[in-house]
């Protein structure tokens, strides 16, 4: 099969971290579905060799720190770390639950309307 797809109901949301490049035999990128408990705070920083990543905030709240900043981040927010970027996060006292998404930077070179097709002759009727 060409494509590959899952549910939430399929998947542990009160995991630590799950990633999906294995369930969706991702090729082009990496995305994880993260959960920090109440106070608590990644124990390492981090950046990386290649990959970019874009932080997409689900629920709750707390800290990014990259090089240096401390951001405040909650529900809603969208964030970018470049790859040197070192960084680390830090649950507020309602925990977060975010998704990272991860790839290589520089490697999109088009999007949606300069990469997409539109094919008039498939017909769909449900």
Known sequence: MRNESCT???????????????LLKLTGCEVSINNMAPN?????????????????????????????????VEKGSVFRMSPSAKRCIKANENGIRFLCIQCKENSLTQFTYGDGAIDKTIEWKI
């Not at 939430?8 to 294995?22: G, P, Y």
């Not at 997409?56 to 800290?63: A, M, Q, Y």
Request: charged letters at 30%; a negative charge; proline letters at 2%.
């Open 40 to 72: 608590t705070q990644v124990p390492f920083f981090h950046y990386h060799k290649e990959n970019e990543e874009v932080y997409i905030v689900l629920e709750g709240s707390g800290f990014v720190y990259a090089d240096g900043e401390t951001i405040k």
């Open 8 to 22: 939430f109901k399929s998947l542990d949301l009160n995991a630590d971290r799950t990633e999906l490049h294995d």
